[in-house]
């Protein structure tokens, strides 16, 4: 018999070797691609690098769209307690006024109205102080406004006035035929303008001017002295009545005093000027005209 062919080799792995590597060949390598070129690997990174730059680009809109969103509502939520703030701060304000005008004079008018001559009383002083004026003037006009309060408070709640335009119409009554109600307002009437007058006379002699303070005297107590001998007042209205001229007083004798001394608008608005750099600047170019004129003149001499 004839011996048979000896059966191929196999690897480790089960597969036979191909016919060129039992045949002793070297196996041909594939085909390895074209590296790119300088250029093109250049447009690669460029391009990678926009992509980034457009992802970043996109991220940042995106967080952006959220702090915008988030801005809007910390603003509305600020601006929702700012005006509810200013709301409740109204409120306290003229509630406090309208309470203690109803609790203590009986009416909420006397609150409205101390409350809005103290308001302009306000208005004063930040207006004298935004135009120069000086704090002074607002505080002795109050202190002066103070005093006047007090004594018009004791003279309306003791009916002084009133009692003596009674017995001067009683007194008149029996010469004259006049309703005693007429006679009460002119007694009051003549005896205000005669009081008031006297005092703005005296004080007008002090000032210069004692004919124009005569006459504003008696306007003044002509108008006071026949609505204190028309009314009788209790305590809450003559306190209340008071207050009010007081107030008006205030408000009045702030700017007669302030005018007085004389507003300056430079106490104020002068320091929005830069002045040492205005008077600096005109010292270095008065100096360069002078090495101007020097340089200048050195040069001519040559």
């Keep these: 018999m004839r011996p048979s062919a000896p059966a191929a080799r196999v690897r480790p792995g089960g597969t036979p070797p191909s016919g060129g590597r039992a045949s002793g060949q070297r196996p041909q390598s594939p085909t390895r691609p074209p590296r790119p070129g300088v250029r093109e690997q250049l447009g690669r990174v460029r391009g990678a690098f926009g992509g980034l730059i457009s992802a970043h680009i996109g991220l940042l809109r995106a967080e952006l769209g959220v702090v915008a969103r988030e801005a809007g509502i910390i603003a509305g939520l600020g601006l929702g307690l700012l005006v509810l703030g200013l709301l409740l701060m109204t409120l306290l304000y003229t509630g406090t006024w309208l309470f203690l005008g109803e609790w203590l004079f009986g009416s909420l008018g006397w609150g409205v109205l101390h409350g809005s001559l103290f308001t302009i009383a306000l208005m004063v002083l930040i207006g004298l102080n935004f135009v ?151 010292d270095t170019r008065d100096w360069l005209g002078q090495e101007w004129k020097r340089q200048r003149s050195k040069l001519t001499t040559r």
Aim: net charge positive.
């Design 132 to 282: 120069g004026g000086t704090i002074r003037d607002w505080l002795v006009a109050m202190g002066i406004a103070l005093v006047v309060t007090i004594l018009l408070s004791l003279l309306f709640a003791s009916n002084l006035l009133r009692s003596a335009a009674l017995a001067a119409a009683t007194q008149l009554g029996t010469a004259v035929a006049v309703e005693p109600g007429i006679l009460t307002i002119l007694a009051g009437l003549v005896v205000g303008a005669v009081a008031l007058g006297v005092v703005m006379a005296l004080v007008g002699a002090r000032v210069g001017r004692p004919f124009s303070m005569l006459l504003l005297g008696l306007v003044l107590g002509a108008l006071v002295g026949a609505l204190l001998g028309f009314v009788t007042f209790d305590t809450p209205g003559a306190i209340a009545v008071a207050i009010t001229l007081g107030l008006i007083t205030w408000i009045g004798l702030s700017g007669a005093l302030a005018l007085r001394r004389g507003i300056d608008p430079a106490r104020r608005f002068g320091r929005l000027q830069p002045r040492e750099t205005m008077k600096a600047a005109k």
